[in-house]
């Protein structure tokens, strides 16, 4: 399946570092360091509205250039910048970025309606101060709530569910959406995850990608059918044939992010994406 879009492919990721022992301890304090040395910046990926094949929204994806190691994953440094706090200043970066971003994006286009998805990790979702952060960078870049979206996991909400509730909770009375990610790869039904205000579902891409099981296309269709019946938008991740994407059509699934479409690409090419819509829409299958 060709990418449909545009842009040059920003360089896969090679596993650089074991994340255990020693290798792990530099990795610890490379990040650290990272910070003050503007290693870390965010790739965009387009979401794409299916109906029309347009550019609806990005989702943030944090990079980080080592200096002597190249591109390291957020796979793997996400994790680590867990287990030290660092997912703090981190996921603060990420969430200041994508918003100045975004709204470098609507002035470039003077179209205000592109949205950009943020991922949340669980350390920030139980610091109170999220909610001033989201406020603060809402008012600085004068961006409309629902322009924003955060995106967290059902692990994430399913670690202290109550707690995860009330700010949730708080959080949709902003008004910034609210996506659940990575879904179908937990054990929780959706039934049970709608007690979280999600106004958004992503299905993972492992349940889209590689996978040939004959009785895919109806759990396909049980999935998207229940979200929409739950009144949930659908955000179908690394989908790759075309099967699949002419079944979400039929299905009216709103949205899908996919190297098929586009993979992750850097400000400047993002915006490009944009700026030249035309040449954008033309397939390149
Ligand atoms: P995610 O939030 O599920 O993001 C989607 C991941 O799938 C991205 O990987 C994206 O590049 C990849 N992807 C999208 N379409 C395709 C496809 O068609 N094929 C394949 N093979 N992959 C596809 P990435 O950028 O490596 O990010 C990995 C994970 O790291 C993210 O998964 C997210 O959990 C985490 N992450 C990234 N940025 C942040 C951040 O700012 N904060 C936090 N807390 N986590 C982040
Ligand atoms: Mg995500
Ligand atoms: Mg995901
Ligand atoms: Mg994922």
């Known amino acids: 399946q060709a990418k449909r879009f545009g842009g040059d492919r920003i360089e896969p990721f090679r596993p650089a570092y074991k994340t255990i022992g020693a290798g792990r301890l530099q990795l610890e304090s490379d990040l650290r360091r990272a910070f003050e040395r503007s290693e870390l910046s965010l790739a965009f990926q387009p979401i794409v509205d299916?109906?029309?094949?347009?550019?609806?929204?990005?989702?943030a994806l944090l990079r980080w250039e080592h200096p002597r190691r190249g591109t390291i994953s957020p796979a793997e440094f996400i994790p680590i910048a867990e287990n030290t706090g660092l997912i703090v200043s981190l996921g603060q970066f990420a969430l200041e970025e994508a918003?100045?971003?975004?709204?470098?994006?609507?002035?470039?286009?003077?179209?205000?309606s592109f949205f950009m998805s943020v991922n949340i990790s669980s350390r920030q979702l139980i610091r109170q101060d999220l909610i001033a952060d989201v406020?603060?960078?809402?008012?600085?870049?004068?961006?409309?709530?629902?322009?924003?979206?955060?995106?967290?996991?059902?692990?994430?909400?399913?670690?202290?569910?109550?707690?995860?509730?009330?700010?949730?909770?708080?959080?949709?009375?902003l008004g910034v959406g609210l996506s659940l990610d990575d879904f179908g790869t937990g054990h929780s039904s959706l039934a049970y995850l709608m007690r979280f205000p999600f106004d958004t579902l992503k299905i993972d891409q492992s349940f889209l990608r590689n996978n040939s099981q004959p009785q895919r296309p109806i759990i396909l269709h049980s999935i998207v059918t229940m979200a929409h019946d739950l009144g949930l938008r659908v955000v179908a991740e690394g989908v790759e044939s075309e099967s699949d994407i002419v079944q979400l059509k039929q299905l009216n699934c709103e949205y899908a992010q996919s190297f098929a479409f586009s993979p992750p690409l850097n400000f400047e090419m993002a915006r490009r994406l944009l700026v030249d819509r035309s040449a954008s829409l033309k397939r390149a299958s």
């Open 135 to 173: 406020k603060s960078v809402l008012e600085r870049y004068k961006l409309a709530p629902s322009v924003l979206k955060l995106e967290l996991t059902e692990s994430m909400v399913m670690d202290n569910p109550e707690r995860s509730a009330r700010l949730l909770a708080r959080l949709r009375e």
């Open 50 to 59: 299916l109906a029309a094949e347009t550019v609806a929204g990005f989702e």
């Open 99 to 112: 918003a100045k971003r975004l709204g470098d994006l609507h002035r470039a286009t003077g179209d205000e």
